[in-house]
């Protein structure tokens, strides 16, 4: 008997199907535990893994999304709208973290520790010319050129460590396992286009500072959902670029707010003897990752 509704890798809704095209599905990898299912009458869609019936073919399948997610951003879901609970979504970061408190802590501290060593690193190149400028009030060319040089390196490094620890809380986020080598995730497939998106959207951004303060503050915002885009969703650098602005325009006063709120919290971590930031960060990476879902993934079809 046909009784379900789902939504399998594809993002597309199928059915009605029967009890025994769902069990094939999950054995052919179509479906897993965190695929969204509707039962017949009903009007919620639930996780596979909530059906009591199908536990037994669920047994020793992986909770990841077998079927990769679309390269391009479904029509509709650019078309939607959405509701961002700032709140809502601290709330529940906040008990995610619990959840898995030490391994988003100690993963999160380690590549903050990483990308700081890489910054002490390259410190080392600009510090000469940087202490020149300040105490001799003296610009040269060439300081100026190492200065540049070395913040299009420090850039896309960074980038790419972000993408990796929002792909980590991103599975934290979907019940999915989740360990230290996806905070490093991002150094894979994705990469290329990791630094294409931080030298693109660096580049642009100066531009719109240097001409007025509000443009550069504008495109920050308008393309901050570009990194998990890209990561996630395995886009084009551009493509995750224009799918995070439609977006954000949506409510783009309201985003800006989340992410002062994310500061602030960040702040607050830096405030409390600095020690504070390493639960105050995964607690707003999480937060920023469930505005992502709640902005980005498309609701069930009706």
């Given at each position: 008997?046909?009784?379900?509704?789902?939504?399998?890798?594809?993002?597309?809704?199928?059915?009605?199907?029967?009890?025994?095209?769902?069990?094939?599905?999950i054995?052919?990898?179509?479906?897993?535990?965190m695929?969204?299912?509707?039962?017949?009458?009903?009007?919620?869609?639930?996780?596979?893994?909530?059906?009591?019936?199908?536990?037994?073919?669920?047994?020793?399948?992986?909770?990841?999304?077998?079927?990769?997610?679309?390269?391009?951003?479904p029509?509709?879901?650019?078309e939607?709208?959405?509701q961002l609970?700032?709140?809502?979504?601290?709330?529940?970061?906040?008990?995610?973290?619990?959840?898995?408190?030490?391994?988003?802590?100690?993963?999160?501290?380690l590549?903050?520790?990483?990308?700081?060593?890489?910054?002490?690193?390259?410190?080392?190149?600009?510090?000469?010319?940087?202490?020149?400028?300040?105490?001799?009030?003296?610009?040269?060319?060439?300081?100026?050129?190492?200065?540049?040089?070395t913040t299009f390196?420090s850039?896309?490094?960074?980038?790419v460590?972000?993408?990796?620890?929002?792909k980590?809380y991103?599975?934290?986020?979907?019940?999915?396992?989740a360990?230290?080598?996806d905070?490093f995730?991002?150094?894979?497939?994705?990469?290329?286009?990791l630094?294409?998106l931080s030298?693109?959207?660096?580049?642009?951004?100066?531009?719109?500072?240097?001409l007025?303060?509000?443009?550069?503050?504008?495109?920050?915002?308008?393309?901050?959902?570009?990194?998990?885009?890209?990561?996630?969703r395995?886009?084009?650098?551009w493509?995750a670029?224009?799918?995070?602005?439609?977006?954000?325009?949506?409510?783009?006063?309201?985003?800006?707010?989340?992410?002062?709120?994310y500061?602030l919290?960040?702040?607050?971590?830096?405030?409390?003897?600095?020690?504070?930031?390493?639960?105050?960060?995964?607690?707003?990476?999480?937060?920023?990752?469930?505005?992502?879902?709640t902005?980005?993934?498309?609701?069930?079809?009706d």
């Amino acid at each position: 008997m046909a009784n379900y509704k789902v939504i399998g890798g594809d993002l597309k809704q199928y059915g009605p199907v029967s009890a025994e095209d769902v069990r094939k599905w999950i054995a052919d990898g179509r479906l897993n535990a965190m695929s969204l299912v509707q039962l017949h009458g009903d009007i919620e869609w639930r996780q596979l893994s909530t059906f009591p019936e199908f536990a037994d073919a669920l047994t020793g399948k992986p909770t990841t999304l077998i079927a990769p997610l679309p390269t391009e951003f479904p029509t509709n879901g650019l078309e939607r709208d959405y509701q961002l609970d700032i709140g809502g979504c601290i709330s529940r970061s906040w008990e995610l973290v619990k959840a898995n408190f030490w391994p988003s802590v100690g993963i999160t501290a380690l590549i903050m520790l990483v990308t700081m060593a890489i910054n002490q690193v390259l410190g080392l190149f600009t510090r000469p010319a940087i202490d020149a400028m300040i105490s001799e009030h003296r610009v040269s060319p060439g300081g100026i050129a190492i200065i540049v040089l070395t913040t299009f390196v420090s850039c896309p490094i960074y980038t790419v460590f972000m993408a990796g620890l929002f792909k980590y809380y991103l599975k934290l986020i979907r019940g999915e396992e989740a360990g230290i080598g996806d905070a490093f995730s991002g150094f894979g497939r994705s990469t290329g286009q990791l630094v294409l998106l931080s030298l693109v959207i660096n580049i642009l951004t100066l531009i719109g500072y240097v001409l007025c303060l509000l443009p550069g503050i504008y495109l920050v915002v308008a393309w901050f959902f570009s990194i998990p885009l890209v990561i996630d969703r395995q886009m084009g650098f551009w493509q995750a670029m224009e799918a995070s602005r439609k977006m954000v325009n949506k409510h783009w006063f309201l985003v800006f707010v989340f992410l002062l709120v994310y500061g602030l919290l960040s702040m607050a971590g830096i405030l409390a003897c600095c020690i504070g930031i390493f639960v105050t960060l995964p607690i707003g990476l999480g937060a920023l990752m469930y505005a992502y879902e709640t902005i980005f993934s498309p609701p069930p079809a009706d």
